[in-house]
């Protein structure tokens, strides 16, 4: 049977035009403007904020006391992983149809949602060193693209990211502590390994010279509702947020072609060769396991077994229950 994915048509659709793929491509970059509607970025700010003020449950955190000042809440974490395995609104975000719409042209047509990181960054806090993202979570083939959703004004003072415009097209370098290679292990006639990855200190982190070989890094100032969409062998990096009354919040998620095998799983332990069933198929198809979303998000994996897919979409053993996670 032959397979020919056609994108849905929606009113709100948005198109990726050939001139913002060949950005992306090009530069490893790509901000598109108000891509989701600022009445959506006000629930999700204060919804996380209600996280941080201890009126939403974050599994592993206690609750603050209750005459904690804006300076004691703040200490109490910089980011949350995986909000969308416990949290309605974030699975929500994390499957925006507007976000996917540009995945399904950038990496798909096949989505796996992989990852949901909510950063908080208040004044004089937050900031991480040169690093690229496929060094953290490995794909094979390597599909893997970030997209950093702003909750509202990020720029140079506050703690926008910098990027080095065209380094994606360098490979992923390695740690020598790492147990583990993006790349085959022999396939390049020589790679450097480096150090102190996502140090913030440029003296620290050698990715920096790499950053380097491509001019001045360039801040990617955004507004509210804009998506910035980055390669995963982009090389980025953002500063401590120096406002001194100004957060810098930002709502990050990972996702990556749902034909790829993926080992990862943010650390958490997973059964068998591979973690694929802990991520959910936002769009399109796959011959891999895959989960759905736990509170019904409208996506790809609800619809799976309708799809008439000749090929296998549910992990060995056929069923399409819920699986934890």
């Known amino acids: 049977m032959s397979y020919k994915p056609v994108a849905d048509q929606r ?15 090009k530069q490893g970059f790509l901000v598109v403007e108000r891509l989701v509607d600022l009445d959506e970025v006000e629930e999700l700010k204060a919804h996380v904020m209600a996280m941080l003020k201890g009126q939403i449950d974050v599994p592993g955190q206690e609750h603050p006391a209750p005459e904690a000042t ?23 975000f994390l499957l925006h149809p507007r976000i996917l719409d540009v995945l399904e042209a950038l990496i798909g047509p096949d989505v796996l949602a992989l990852q949901t990181m909510q950063f908080f960054n208040a004044p004089g806090m937050g900031g991480q060193g040169w690093h690229q993202d496929s060094y953290y979570i490995t794909t094979y083939p390597d599909t893997l693209i970030g997209a950093w959703l702003a909750l509202e004004r990020a720029d140079e003072e506050n703690g926008c990211l910098w990027v080095a415009p065209g380094s994606n097209h360098e490979p992923i370098y390695p740690d020598e502590g790492r147990g583990h290679l993006v790349h085959a292990e022999g396939a390049f006639d020589e790679i450097e390994t480096v150090e102190g990855i996502s140090h913030l ?13 491509y001019g001045d890094a360039v801040p990617v100032v955004v507004e509210a509702g804009d998506v910035v969409f980055f390669h995963p062998h982009l090389l980025h990096r953002s500063h401590p947020n120096q406002s001194p009354d100004r957060w810098r919040r930002a709502f990050v998620s990972h996702y990556c072609n749902a034909r790829s095998w ?8 997973y059964e068998g060769p591979a973690a694929n069933y802990k991520h959910i198929l936002a769009r399109g198809r796959t011959h891999l396991p895959f989960a759905r979303p736990e509170f019904d998000t409208p996506c790809a994996a609800l619809a799976a077994d309708a799809n008439g897919a000749p090929e296998r979409m549910v992990a060995s053993g056929g069923d399409m229950e819920k699986r934890e996670g």
Not at 201 to 213: F, H, M
């Open 11 to 25: 009113p709100d659709r948005y198109k990726v035009s050939t001139a913002e793929y060949a950005q992306y491509q």
């Open 70 to 92: 804006d300076a004691e809440l703040v200490q109490r974490f910089t980011r949350v992983h995986q909000l969308h395995r416990w949290d309605a609104t974030c699975e929500r």
């Open 201 to 213: 200190d440029d003296e620290v982190n050698t990715l920096s010279g790499v950053a380097r070989r």
């Open 262 to 269: 993926v080992p990862w799983n943010h650390g958490a332990a």
